[in-house]
Nanobody, 120 residues
Framework: QVQVVESGGGMVQAGGSLRLSCVASGSRFSINRVSWYSQAPGKQRDMVATITSDGMTNYADSVKGRFTMSVDNAKNTVYLQMNNLKPQDTAVYYC??????????????WGQGTQVTVSS
């Protein structure tokens, strides 16, 4: 089994920074691709950033130039560095991991989410 756990959320003022972490714990798998999603109250869950195991990234237009995603394959961990945060970034941030098992199968897993609150 694999467990996906996010951490690093919190409350910051506008212009501040946070670094979110997402760890996929377990054994006999590797990260194929991981995405961060954000969900504000009453809104749908939207993709914020995606990274592949070889480090290729894709970002939503709203966070380009402010957020940076990175991966540590040895630790099965991805990070989301969030700079110049804005009040509109306030949301619960979820990690969505696409896992490749050693037998070749792939599975997808959501984390429980971490709250990011940006005050003006």
């Amino acid at each position: 089994q694999v467990q996906v756990v996010e951490s690093g959320g919190g409350m910051v003022q506008a212009g501040g920074s946070l670094r979110l972490s997402c760890v996929a714990s377990g054994s006999r798998f590797s990260i194929n691709r991981v995405s961060w999603y954000s969900q504000a109250p009453g809104k749908q869950r939207d993709m914020v950033a995606t990274i592949t195991s070889d480090g290729m990234t894709n970002y939503a237009d709203s966070v380009k130039g402010r957020f940076t995603m990175s991966v540590d394959n040895a630790k099965n961990t991805v990070y989301l560095q969030m700079n110049n945060l804005k009040p509109q970034d306030t949301a619960v941030y979820y990690c969505y991991a696409n896992i490749r098992w050693y037998n070749g199968q792939t599975t997808r897993h959501w984390g429980q989410g971490t709250q990011v609150t940006v005050s003006s």
